[in-house]
């Protein structure tokens, strides 16, 4: 015989244990030594809340009534974790890449940041949940009142209202105090993983314990079982095959949509490789779980045939005299239910503050204040209460339902609220096409088929459905009748149910889906879930260098807040074997930070914010791309909250125009930069291969001469490229000084030709000229006007391909403000008409023949000295040759004449 | 018999400097700088080694390498792959299209030579 | 500017053997969903005298754990690819 006092006595121990693993463990995770902690054991371990009280004293209930249908609820899981490769594994990379915080935020975040589409998952999460609270706080309950009756102390109602409130209340503390310790984007809790782990164990070794006892200790072994099984009226149970098929997909749908799942499964998942044993060993731990309910069932049946079945786990030791076989069977069912309850509390209380409560604030207050410190105290409450109204939810609904036996059917009418979810989530992550109003469309389609169908019908006729409208329809139309949709009768309303309501929800979301058109936002992340293995297959990585830990310090003190900014700071450097503030600039501290300031801003702002300090590596094209989304989606967030279209209209198409820019530019950065690349290693291999050959000795004079000469020339053209490509950065970034003087054209011209054809080794050029024509005299930079028609002469000894080159300079002087027009003709072939456009663009060497010297910076300097000037320089397409036309501003020419 | 190298390249000088030290190795070089006839001139010279410059007159080295690499002759030719652009995204491509091996220039000599011979040996 | 030896072009054995592996990864759903279908028929085909619920529980739970041990075995081996290559690669 238990005492009353032992009995509580254990409860509140076992609590205490508890709350002392789940403290250690979230201070062992504090100091970063989280090895065991991330053990794919641990992770097996919690997702065992998948079996609540519901499974663990129900399972045996339920083999009563329907003999080997209960394993359904454990084959469904079993092949979706099985088949970890198709969904989970996806699932799991996903929420890391994407930082998930819950199943309505994939949904949500899938179908671009689509914040109704949050709100609905959320309510259909909290509607699907609640009752399940209640379910759970009743097995505590009934457990006690079992335990309590054997001890002689009857307990009335009242009581175990008082017990339930107890319990709701020691959980609700609980998960207030290890779920909301600290905020922190990944939204992993390693002290609640740890202590549900703990549970899991116990509720395994409580119903192994049991069913050994029953099988060796009770019976006589498996073969007696066998036997006595072929006895018992759960041998008559015939299977029905399409309720069996039924249940076994609505198990796995359960199992990768309820909320609970998805946080254990998908949001505290340390480490990816864990799903890979998780793959066998937690099926291998539903094997286990069920192993022993059939032998309970049966030997429960014969001992106490007027139980209640849904208690024999805890009675059955009871009535044999086990008593602390019985107190074990009651703790495994006290750790089924409080870990479900747990879990399920954060999880929602997550997604109810992420797209309820939060967005409302948002809305009321000044969105500009995103990233400040006040926000993470909002959040903090906001979750904290959360967690409180949720727990308060599930106790109401027990008050009001409690003691009934209604509760009982709920486990699988919420599994089949919950599937809703799944073709959303399925179709998000493998189809690109899936689109926000294909997937609002299949959850309220589904969701209202479901309520119609199967909720609402649950209570018989007393709430809001009539027993009339059950039997007749709505307005007595048979083809609406709720168990019967279009005449379908005699097969089992739970498979009618969710054969219509996931019918018709994928309908929904396919139809919607094919005639709706995504948004921006949707198509890239819809790009970014599908294709998730190819996006994260190359983490980007960081080489440390030119950082000053000081900027960083300063960066990251306003993102996160000064404290915590050098906490960061003093733990990297503790961990360098350093004293001081400042942490060295390794890549991995690099990469620590980075992914710090990714919880508060985002992956891509933080890499770019990151990468602008450290300056070494530039920012990538992605990178520019990556922030433009971001901004653009927290734009789009905080101004769809506020409800100004028009405001959205015109900062998307801003956006647009903004990443269009960024885009162009960067593409022409790398090309330039690859081209510049180009042109300097060129002349450099050459370089180094022949001094090489010359250092190497055993040349002959003849060799070392002619090498040293191509030396020396390689290097001239490397010099000249430096001198250009010099040049041309002072023009472009108008960092030059023009000496402005008065001068003459007909000198500038001279000196230009006397400079070119002095040039040694350089072909022969025939340049005609009309000296009177020329002699103007004007405002001008000589040097530069003299270094453009350098320029243009030396093209024309380049390129020019006529046997006899010859080059026209003409000068004309244009009326009416048409300033001075100076043009170069040569008589060769011209340039095809296809190039005419790029002419001027840097590097554009036409003609292969890169031993002509120059990289093709030229003419792209020659524009840039002509703007400068306050002219300009222009290719005349309709010359005969190749004809370049130089025009001065008339202004300068005026005022000096 | 002196192995043969084809070292499709266009400018002067670092056909000259390759040319030498490999000749100088005791191998047969021939030379080509023209893209477009690039694949038909590796099928008419059947060399052993085939060095190949990604910037070309009229064709890129990617494109004749994926031409070799998908006729039945060529598939399993060592091709040394060179540029002077000197990005990721050049290295990844030449892996892609199947180089047997990738340089950046400017390349030592002895590295070239090192390469060339470990590709005939293999 | 040399580099290490690349790795050669065409598939390896070893990431050929690899890939096989996952396939076979993929395909063990559809093997246990058949496989916890077939009860249905051996339960209801054999005259519905009810002697069969122990049998076909028995051959549930043998399936089920045969399962299990199959993927277990084909995760570790699995994981002896992985440990040098955590590439990713599309279905061949």
């Known amino acids: 015989m238990i005492g009353f006092d032992v009995l509580v006595g254990v409860c509140l121990g076992y609590v205490a244990i508890l709350f002392a693993v789940a403290f250690a463990a979230e201070q062992r995770a504090q100091r970063a030594e989280v090895n065991w902690l991330r053990s794919p054991l641990i992770y097996t371990l919690s997702l065992s809340i998948y079996c609540t009280a519901w499974t663990f004293y129900g399972a045996v209930g339920y083999a009563v009534r329907s003999g080997l249908e209960f394993v359904t609820i454990y084959l469904g899981p079993t092949l979706v974790m099985i088949g970890w490769w198709w969904v989970v594994r996806k699932l799991v990379r996903i929420g890391r890449t994407q930082r998930i915080t819950s199943i309505a935020d994939l949904i949500s975040s899938r179908y671009g940041k689509s914040n109704l589409l949050g709100v609905v998952v959320t309510v259909l999460a909290v509607v699907g949940t609640t009752p399940y609270i209640a379910l759970q706080l009743q097995s505590v309950t009934l457990s006690f009142a079992v335990l309590a009756a054997d001890e002689g102390t009857t307990l009335n109602p009242e009581d175990l209202q008082t017990t339930a409130l107890i319990v709701a209340a020691g959980l609700a503390f609980f998960t207030i105090l290890f779920g909301t310790r600290r905020l922190d984007t990944n939204e992993r809790h390693p002290g609640v993983v740890t202590a549900i782990a703990l549970e899991a164990a116990v509720k395994l070794i409580a119903l192994l314990a049991v069913g050994i006892f029953v099988v060796w200790g009770v019976a006589s072994g498996p073969a007696d079982i066998l036997a006595r099984t072929e006895a018992s009226r759960i041998a008559a149970w015939q299977p029905d095959g399409a309720r069996w098929a039924t249940l076994i997909f609505l198990a796995a749908a359960a199992f990768l949509c309820l909320p609970r799942m998805f946080q254990v499964m998908v949001v505290e998942n340390a480490d990816e490789r864990h799903v890979a044993v998780a793959s066998w060993a937690f099926p291998g731990y539903l094997f286990l779980m069920s192993l022993f309910v059939v032998p309970i069932a049966v030997v429960g049946l014969q001992t106490l045939p007027e139980g209640n079945p849904d208690l024999y786990v805890l009675t059955l030791p009871l009535a044999l005299g086990e008593e602390r076989l019985a107190l074990l069977a009651f703790l495994g069912g006290f750790s089924s239910a409080t870990s479900m309850v747990i879990v399920a509390a954060i999880a929602l209380s997550t997604m109810v503050s992420n797209h309820i409560v939060m967005p409302i604030w948002l809305r009321a207050g000044d969105p500009g204040a995103v990233v400040s410190g006040d926000v993470r105290q909002v959040v903090m409450v906001s979750r904290r209460v959360s967690i409180g109204a949720i727990l308060a939810l599930g106790y109401l609904y027990f008050l009001f339902t409690g003691g009934t036996g209604a509760l009982a059917a709920i486990g699988l009418i919420a599994f089949a609220g919950l599937a809703q979810v799944l073709p959303a989530m399925l179709g998000g992550i493998f189809w690109r096409g899936a689109t926000r109003v294909g997937a609002a469309a299949g959850l309220i389609l589904g969701f209202s088929v479901w309520a119609y169908t199967l909720f609402l019908p649950s209570f018989g006729g007393t709430f809001i459905m009539s027993e009339t409208f059950l039997a007749q329809g709505p307005f007595g139309i048979a083809a609406l009748r709720p168990q019967a949709l279009l005449g379908m009768e005699g097969i089992d309303p739970l498979v009618h149910a969710v054969l219509w309501s996931i019918l018709l929800n994928t309908a929904a979301f396919i139809v919607g889906s094919l005639f709706s058109f995504p948004r921006p936002l949707e198509r890239l992340q819809g790009a970014q879930f599908v294709n998730v293995f190819e996006h994260s297959a190359n983490p980007r990585g960081w080489s440390g260098g030119a950082a000053e830990a000081e900027d960083l310090l300063i960066m990251s003190q306003r993102i996160l807040g000064s404290k915590e900014a050098q906490a960061l700071f003093r733990t990297a450097a503790a961990v360098q074997g350093k004293s001081g503030d400042y942490a060295d600039i390794t890549p991995e501290f690099l990469e620590t930070l980075e992914r710090e300031l990714a919880s508060s801003v985002g992956a891509a702002t933080a890499h770019a914010m990151i990468s602008q300090i450290v300056g070494g590596s530039a920012v990538s094209m992605e990178d520019l791309l990556a922030v433009a989304d971001e901004t653009a989606q927290i734009m789009e967030y905080s101004l769809r909250l506020q409800e100004q279209s028009q405001e959205l209209e015109r900062t998307a198409t801003q956006l647009r125009e903004a990443n269009e820019k960024l885009t162009a530019l960067s593409i022409q950065k790398d090309a330039f930069l690859s081209q510049i690349s180009h042109e300097l290693r060129t002349p450099m291999t050459s370089i180094r291969a022949f001094s090489e050959i010359l250092m190497a000795g055993s040349t002959q004079e003849a060799e070392q001469s002619r090498f040293s000469s191509i030396i020396h020339d390689e290097a001239k053209r490397l010099t000249r490229l430096l001198d250009d490509l010099l040049d041309l950065s002072v023009l472009e970034n108008g960092q030059v000084t023009l000496n402005w003087q008065d001068a003459d054209l007909h000198d500038i011209l001279e000196r230009a030709v006397a400079a070119t054809t002095s040039m040694e080794g350089q072909p022969r050029l025939n340049v005609l000229r009309d000296p009177d024509a020329e002699s103007i005299a004007f405002t001008t930079d000589a040097d530069r006007l003299s270094q453009v028609f350098i320029n243009l002469i030396t093209n024309a000894q380049k390129y020019c391909t006529a046997e006899a080159p010859e080059l026209r300079i003409s000068v004309t002087q244009a009326g009416d403000g048409g300033g001075v027009h100076v043009d170069f003709v040569d008589n060769g072939a011209g340039i095809p008409r296809e190039s005419e456009a790029v002419i001027f663009e840097k590097f554009s060497r036409l003609s292969d023949k890169s031993q002509a010297g120059g990289a093709g910076l030229g003419l792209a300097i020659c524009r840039e000295i002509m703007g400068k000037l306050g002219g300009s320089i222009s290719y005349q397409p309709s010359e005969a040759g190749t004809a370049f036309r130089v025009i001065l501003p008339q202004r300068e020419a005026q005022a000096a004449e | 018999m002196a192995k043969r190298v084809l070292l499709i390249e266009d400018e002067p000088n670092i056909i000259q400097a390759i040319s030498f030290i490999l000749s100088r190795d005791g191998w047969t070089v021939d030379t080509h700088a023209d893209g477009a006839t690039a694949v038909a001139e590796v099928e008419r010279r059947a060399p052993d080694v085939v060095i190949l410059d990604v910037m070309l007159p009229n064709r890129s080295g990617f494109d004749i390498l994926q031409d070799l690499r998908a006729a039945e002759a060529t598939e399993a030719l060592p091709v040394l792959m060179l540029t002077a652009r000197g990005q990721k995204r050049d290295r990844e491509l030449a892996e892609r299209y199947g180089a047997s091996r990738f340089m950046t220039k400017p390349f030592s000599n002895a590295e070239v030579l090192d390469t060339v011979r470990a590709l005939t040996e293999a | ?92």
């Open chain 3, 1 to 92: 500017m040399s580099r290490p030896p690349q790795p050669p072009v065409y598939l390896e054995r070893r990431s050929y053997r690899r890939r096989r592996l996952i396939d076979a990864i993929r395909l063990l759903p559809f093997l246990g969903f058949i496989l916890f279908l077939l009860p249905l028929l051996a339960i209801n085909g054999s005259d519905a005298t009810g002697g069969s619920t122990a049998w076909g529980g028995l051959y549930l739970f043998a399936a089920w754990a045969g399962l299990i041990a199959l993927s277990a075995g084909l995760v570790r081996w699995l994981s002896h690819f992985d440990d040098d290559e955590p590439e990713e690669g599309p279905p061949q």
